[in-house]
């Protein structure tokens, strides 16, 4: 009895498998694409290679509700197969290239990290001539901080910090930071769940720069936050969509990309720019050192610039596109969406995260950890562990006297 | 033999498994959500059944999962059950209490040492064969048969114990080689335990984050890896799809074993009758 368990557990298992294997195939060969660029060059001898890509979670457009599978088509049009595979922050990215062992082709860090990779000789030049579509990318983009001279990246994604509020919560129409800090609100207003995005709230409010390296400057942010910290009701990642969405809470610091499709399932969010100014954010396609097939690479990232799959993709992140061709096109569903792309007079004052020195850095994990502890909120629980853990030692000890007697 | 349970204790049984399976009755409820809100529940709908069907990218991580946890589980399965026999085949104590605490260590060591210690000696060796992407289904495959194994091993020694080391000296004075008396009289009598040794090792590499995690490669990812990646915008309602079909299939399965079990012990019961 339990071989024949056994052998249909084997078998079931690879049925499944081989099954699943048909499915994906199916799908890989759905999408087709349509644009022909003048293309100069012959990309044939790249037929049957493989492109490694390494990319965020969730941040290309891939077939699902309707959208275009931007990677069957890229196989389809140059019979390159795409090896995909993802992260969920920039640290795990640096982690896993420095760590070698493995070969990537394209990866897609943001600003910040870009300008440690190319510190740290981590990145290829990428050869622009291969990259026409360059061209698309607009202009305000172009010549970062981290990459002044165009040579290592090409931009996929940008984005600005604003808050998300409930109309019917918060009245008027706030425009400063200091939403967060309004006692009104207490015990309904969020933050974010990591130091740096936590600690530039406080610095856009008190208007630092948030690269500062003056610990004075690290010190009045932390003021302001254990002044906040009173009033938050958690300090959250990406629980802020349910806790938004449910109406749990009222006021939150995220993403306009993110904010949109929040809008989607609770009509009563709204959005605003901080007057103080605010962070902003690139993530960039870029070529890591030793990548084995950098001429597919180039070949890829031109092709997420060709204006039908940057909308797709555009249209699937729902974050900003750097790319002029999307902003005109009109199969664009966000064109000229005024959160994503407000207009001139209502722009905020932006600033990009540099990579902060160490002692800096030290200095800001410290504070934030004084400032989880800060807050009693956990001293209940602690008693209530200290109490259980006493009951139990009791029982224990109880027992042990109680079978010492009997014997 | 029969009592009741009285209302306190009812109670305190229904507490604790409606902490067992709440989460998982909430994720069941929302994956037939019409609206991608973990929040809002509009109407149900199979629209994220038919979405998880066309996410080509979830089925090849699905795939790749499954390749992994059957071809580890069972390799691990076959290793560890030789390695139980060899184990017990010890005559000193010490010798074989020793080479147990050896094979234990995996098991207690935290996952993440046994992760980052595999992932430097696989780069190493890649930098020595001068191979630059060494990390990947290979490398995966191996690391996952390695932290089975200790538990193949924990469940097929203690039904080798019970065996009576008799049974296949009898077997051979049967006639049998010392190899047909294994395959015919000792392994039936260890299915059992090798049996939840596999199925042990199936569930564990099935659902291995942090190992996988630092010996995968670009073209290996598995569906753990891809649902922790999707944590910085949201998880999408098509994993609780997934996640309903997998728990749908592992309790089919559980069924399915209890039944064939109940089934044996049956006959094993009526067999005794008749030998009456």
């Given at each position: ?407 | ?54 996410d080509s990218m979830t089925l090849n991580a699905l795939r790749n999962t499954l390749i992994i946890a059957v071809g580890s589980s069972v390799f691990a399965t076959v290793l560890g059950t030789a390695a139980a026999v060899g184990i017990n085949a010890y005559k000193s104590k010490p010798i074989k209490n020793s080479v147990m605490s050896v094979t234990n260590i995996p098991m207690m060591n935290p996952e993440i040492v046994t992760g980052i210690s595999m992932m430097f000696l696989f780069v190493f060796i890649g930098r020595m064969l001068s191979v630059s992407n060494v990390l990947g289904f290979w490398t995966l495959l191996i690391a996952h048969i390695t932290f089975n194994l200790p538990y193949v091993i924990l469940n097929v020694l203690p039904k080798l114990r019970q065996t009576d080391v008799h049974l296949s000296e009898a077997a051979m004075d049967l006639g049998c080689t010392p190899a047909k008396a294994f395959f015919k009289v000792v392994l039936p009598a260890i299915m059992p335990g090798i049996l939840s040794g596999l199925i042990m090792a199936f569930t564990l590499s099935l659902d291995d984050f942090i190992i996988s995690h630092f010996v995968s490669g670009p073209a290996s990812q598995t569906l753990p890896l891809r649902i ?49």
């Amino acid at each position: 009895m339990m071989k024949k368990f056994a052998a249909v557990f084997l078998v079931l298992m690879s049925v499944l498998s081989l099954s699943l294997t048909a499915f994906a195939d199916e799908t890989t060969t759905a999408a087709t694409t349509t644009t022909t660029p003048a293309e100069e060059k012959d990309y044939s001898h790249l037929e049957g290679t493989t492109l490694y890509v390494y990319n965020w979670g969730e941040y290309i457009s891939d077939g699902s509700e309707g959208s275009l599978n931007v990677l069957a088509a890229f196989k389809e049009k140059y019979g390159i197969t795409v090896q995909y595979s993802m992260y969920d922050s920039n640290e795990d990215l640096y982690a896993k290239l420095a760590a070698g062992g493995t070969n990537y082709d394209v990866i897609i860090p943001s600003d910040y990290m870009i300008a440690r990779l190319v510190a740290e000789n981590m990145l290829e030049k990428i050869d622009f001539d291969n990259i026409p579509n360059y061209q698309y990318i607009a202009d305000e983009h172009k010549s970062t901080y981290f990459d002044p001279k165009n040579e290592y990246s090409v931009p996929y994604t940008v984005g600005m910090v604003g808050i998300i509020y409930n109309t019917k919560v918060v009245d008027g129409t706030p425009d400063s930071w200091s939403l967060m800090w309004d006692e009104k609100y207490s015990g309904q207003i969020l933050n974010f769940n990591n130091p740096r995005d936590a600690f530039s709230t406080a610095q856009f409010l008190l208007g630092q720069d948030a690269n500062s390296e003056a610990p004075a400057d690290w010190e009045a942010a932390f003021e302001k936050l254990k002044e906040q910290k009173p009033l938050i009701q958690n300090y959250v990642m990406d629980e802020v969509f349910n806790k938004m969405e449910k109406g749990e809470a009222a006021i939150a610091p995220y993403y306009a990309g993110d904010f949109l499709s929040m809008a989607d399932n609770n009509p009563d969010l709204a959005f605003f720019y901080p007057k103080e100014g605010t962070n902003i954010f690139m993530d960039s396609m870029c070529i890591p050192k030793g990548a084995a097939n950098k001429e597919a690479a180039e070949l890829f990232i031109n092709f997420m610039l060709e204006p039908e799959i940057a909308v797709a993709n555009a249209d699937y992140i729902c974050y900003a596109s750097p790319n002029t061709a999307v902003l005109e096109s009109d199969d664009y569903e966000l064109k000229g969406n005024e959160y994503l792309y407000p207009a001139e007079g209502d722009k905020p004052e932006t600033q990009y995260f540099h990579a902060l020195p160490k002692t800096t850095l030290d200095l800001m994990n410290s504070y934030w950890n004084e400032l989880g502890i800060a807050g009693s909120s956990n001293t209940a629980l602690y008693i209530a562990l200290a109490g259980v853990a006493v009951v139990v030692i009791a029982a224990f000890v109880f027992a042990a006297v109680r079978k010492k007697k009997r014997a | 033999m029969k009592t009741k349970m009285s209302l306190p204790s009812k109670l305190y049984t229904a507490m604790i498994l409606l902490f067992l399976y709440a989460p998982i009755g909430v994720l069941i409820a929302f994956s037939f959500n019409a609206s991608n809100s973990t929040a809002v529940f509009e109407g149900f709908s199979f629209k994220w059944y038919g979405e998880l069907f066309r996410d080509s990218m979830t089925l090849n991580a699905l795939r790749n999962t499954l390749i992994i946890a059957v071809g580890s589980s069972v390799f691990a399965t076959v290793l560890g059950t030789a390695a139980a026999v060899g184990i017990n085949a010890y005559k000193s104590k010490p010798i074989k209490n020793s080479v147990m605490s050896v094979t234990n260590i995996p098991m207690m060591n935290p996952e993440i040492v046994t992760g980052i210690s595999m992932m430097f000696l696989f780069v190493f060796i890649g930098r020595m064969l001068s191979v630059s992407n060494v990390l990947g289904f290979w490398t995966l495959l191996i690391a996952h048969i390695t932290f089975n194994l200790p538990y193949v091993i924990l469940n097929v020694l203690p039904k080798l114990r019970q065996t009576d080391v008799h049974l296949s000296e009898a077997a051979m004075d049967l006639g049998c080689t010392p190899a047909k008396a294994f395959f015919k009289v000792v392994l039936p009598a260890i299915m059992p335990g090798i049996l939840s040794g596999l199925i042990m090792a199936f569930t564990l590499s099935l659902d291995d984050f942090i190992i996988s995690h630092f010996v995968s490669g670009p073209a290996s990812q598995t569906l753990p890896l891809r649902i922790y990646a999707m944590t910085k915008k949201r998880v999408t309602p098509d994993m609780y799809a997934l996640s309903t079909l997998i728990f749908v299939t592992i309790l089919l399965l559980l069924l399915l074993t209890n039944l064939s079990q109940t089934r044996a012990d049956k006959k094993a019961n009526k067999i005794v009758k008749i030998a009456k």
